[in-house]
């Protein structure tokens, strides 16, 4: 009997600090979502992130826009101002605690070599996509031409 109020004692108090080590979240308000996605854009791992988007994106545009667009890049008006559409943008998307979580992750050395390693990734599944794409019929009937 002792020992199991014991081992009960041990896990609410276990459980406690938990729940008291876990961090803050501010109220999910639109000024608190933009400051956290403020936060989060300062971390260079996701800026890079940031800036991959940014080019996807363009590269969607028809040819002279996507141009266009490229050559704008070298305006430091204009990266501001893309700056500050990514940061509204994920503060409409993105809740407080998705942000500060999201800006946990990234602050991490893991993080950093995550995204670091990308072009890698990206390089290695096309290679496996086409490899698999010549050994398997059904994708490939969609991938090789006949």
Do not use: C, N, W
Not at 61 to 74: F, G, I, K, M, T
Not at 122 to 129: D, I, K, T, V
């Amino acid at each position: 009997m002792r020992l199991m109020l014991i081992i009960r004692a041990a896990l609410l108090s276990l459980a406690t600090a938990a729940v008291v080590g876990q961090p803050a979240v501010a109220a999910d308000t639109p000024q608190a979502r933009q400051q956290a996605a403020e936060r989060l854009f300062e971390l260079p791992a996701y800026r890079e992130v940031a800036t991959r988007q940014v080019y996807e994106a363009m590269r969607s545009l028809p040819d002279a826009q996507h141009q266009s667009a490229v050559e704008a890049l070298a305006d430091t008006k204009v990266v501001q101002l893309l700056r500050e559409v990514i940061v509204r943008s994920m503060a409409r998307t993105f809740t407080v605690a998705e942000l500060e979580s999201l800006g946990r992750y990234m602050a991490t050395d893991e993080a950093r070599s995550t995204v670091e390693k990308t072009d890698a990734f990206q390089q290695a599944l096309l290679r496996e996509f086409l490899a698999t794409g010549l050994s398997h019929p059904e994708l490939g009937k969609y991938l090789v031409p006949h």
